[in-house]
C-alpha cells in the first residue's frame, strides 16, 4: 500500500541500457541485488567508518554502517507508505564512493583535485562506480541501474545549481528528488549519529556523564532508562539508552514525514516542491543537532582520531603525489585510462575504490622503490 506520491515502478525512467523485465524480481529489487554483488561493495568491508581496524575488530566499517542505514531506512520507508525496495537499494549504494580512510580520505582526495582544478565527491564517485567501474554484465557497462536510483546516488544528501554541473542534467537537478531518496540523509545521520556515540564511548574516548550533560536529550533518556531499570551495570545502561535515542529519531522522522506527506497526490508534487519535504520536527532537528555538534567537539577532533587522520591524509596525498609522477606505476588498465583522460582523475578513481588494508600496502611499497 504506497502513498499516492510514493515512486511506483510502473512509472520508472527505466534503465540507460533497456533489458527484458525479469519474471519475478521487480526493478528496483533487481537494482538491489546488483548493488549487493557489486566489488565496490564488498570493499566497504575494509574502509574505515570513524574508527580503523587499528582500534578494535568491533567497530563499524562503512559496510557494517550502511547495513544500518538500510535497516533503518527500510522501517522508516514502510511505515510511512514509500517504495521500500527503492529506498533500501539507495541505502545500500550511497557510501559505495567513500575512499579509505574515511571523511579523512575524502578530505585528502577532494584537497588534491581541488589543486588541479577538479573536485572529489563522494556522491558522484558512487555514480561513476555504478556507470562505469564495476565490469560485470557482457551487454552493458556499469550495473545499468534504473535512472530512478541513480538520481537518488546523485540528490540525496545535496541540492545543485541547475548550471553548475551540465554533466548531471539528465537528472533534473532544479528539482527536488522523490521522498524515497530524500529520507537517506537523514536515516543515514540517525544511524551515524547512534553508532558513533555507541563507538566512542566503547573506545573510551567519551563518557557518558559527560555528553549526558552537553547533549540534554541524552539526558532525559538516560533519566528513562534509570526510572525503567533503577541500577543497572553500566554497558547496559548505555545500550538501553541508545535504543531509545535510535526510537526517538526514527518515530520524528516517521511521523513528520506523514504530516508533510498530507495532500501530495503524485512523485511530480515531491519534485516541484520549492524545498526538501523529509525532516525532523523543530525540536527533535535542535536536539539531534545538539548531539551532532558534541560529537564533533568531543570525538571527532579528539586528539587519537586527529592524529589517525593526519596519518590517513598524509597516506593518501604520499600515494597520489607518487602516482602521478610515476605513473608507469598503475596497474595497466588504470595506465591505459591515463593516456585517454586526466591522470589525475584517472588516479583519483583508482585511490577512492582502494580499501584501508591496500593503499596501506601500496604505500609501503612505493615508499620503499
Avoid: W
Amino acid at each position: 500500500m504506497l502513498a499516492p506520491c510514493a515512486v511506483r515502478e510502473r512509472d520508472s525512467a527505466g534503465r540507460r541500457y533497456p533489458e527484458p523485465a525479469h519474471p519475478y524480481r521487480g526493478e528496483y529489487q533487481r537494482d538491489r541485488d546488483r548493488v549487493i554483488h557489486a566489488r565496490a561493495f564488498r570493499r566497504l568491508e575494509n574502509k574505515t567508518q570513524v574508527f580503523s581496524r587499528r582500534f578494535s575488530d568491533h567497530f563499524r566499517t562503512r559496510l557494517t554502517h550502511t547495513l544500518e542505514v538500510a535497516q533503518i531506512s527500510r522501517t522508516v520507508a514502510r511505515a510511512a507508505g514509500l517504495n521500500a525496495d527503492l529506498v533500501e537499494t539507495l541505502a545500500l549504494a550511497h557510501d559505495l564512493g567513500h575512499p579509505p580512510f574515511g571523511h579523512a580520505g575524502e578530505h585528502a582526495l577532494d584537497q588534491l583535485m581541488r589543486r588541479q582544478g577538479g573536485q572529489f565527491d563522494h556522491n558522484l564517485q558512487a555514480l561513476r562506480i555504478v556507470e562505469q567501474f564495476e565490469v560485470r554484465y557482457a551487454a552493458f557497462p556499469g550495473l545499468n541501474l534504473t535512472f530512478e536510483v541513480r538520481e537518488g546516488l546523485v540528490k540525496h544528501s545535496r541540492d545543485y545549481a541547475p548550471g553548475g554541473f551540465p554533466e548531471l542534467a539528465e537528472y533534473e537537478l532544479a528539482l527536488r528528488p522523490p521522498l524515497e531518496a530524500q529520507i537517506i540523509d537523514l536515516t543515514d545521520e540517525i544511524a551515524y549519529g547512534a553508532a558513533d556515540l555507541d563507538d566512542g564511548m566503547e573506545a573510551r574516548l567519551l563518557d557518558l556523564d559527560t555528553a549526558a550533560a552537553h547533549v540534554p536529550l541524552l539526558a532525559r533518556l538516560l533519566a528513562q532508562v534509570d526510572a525503567a531499570f533503577g541500577r543497572l551495570p553500566p554497558k547496559l545502561r548505555f545500550n538501553e539508552m541508545l535504543k531509545r535515542l535510535l526510537d526517538y529519531l526514527v518515530t520524528d522522522l516517521i511521523e513528520t514525514l506523514r504530516r508533510a506527506m498530507a495532500g501530495l497526490d503524485s512523485v511530480d508534487a515531491v519534485r516541484r516542491q520549492p524545498c526538501r519535504l523529509a525532516a525532523f520536527s523543530p525540536q527533535a532537528d535542535t536536539e539531534r543537532r545538539q548531539l551532532k555538534q558534541y560529537l564533533y567537539t568531543h570525538l571527532y577532533h579528539h586528539p587519537r582520531l586527529l592524529d589517525e587522520n593526519a596519518r590517513a591524509e598524509s597516506v593518501v596525498t604520499e600515494v597520489f603525489e607518487r602516482l602521478l609522477a610515476q605513473p608507469e606505476a598503475l596497474p595497466p588498465a588504470y595506465r591505459e585510462r591515463a593516456e585517454q583522460a586526466p591522470p589525475t582523475r584517472v588516479i583519483c578513481d583508482y585511490l577512492a575504490g582502494m580499501t584501508d588494508s591496500y593503499i596501506r600496502q601500496l604505500h609501503a611499497r612505493l615508499s620503499a622503490a
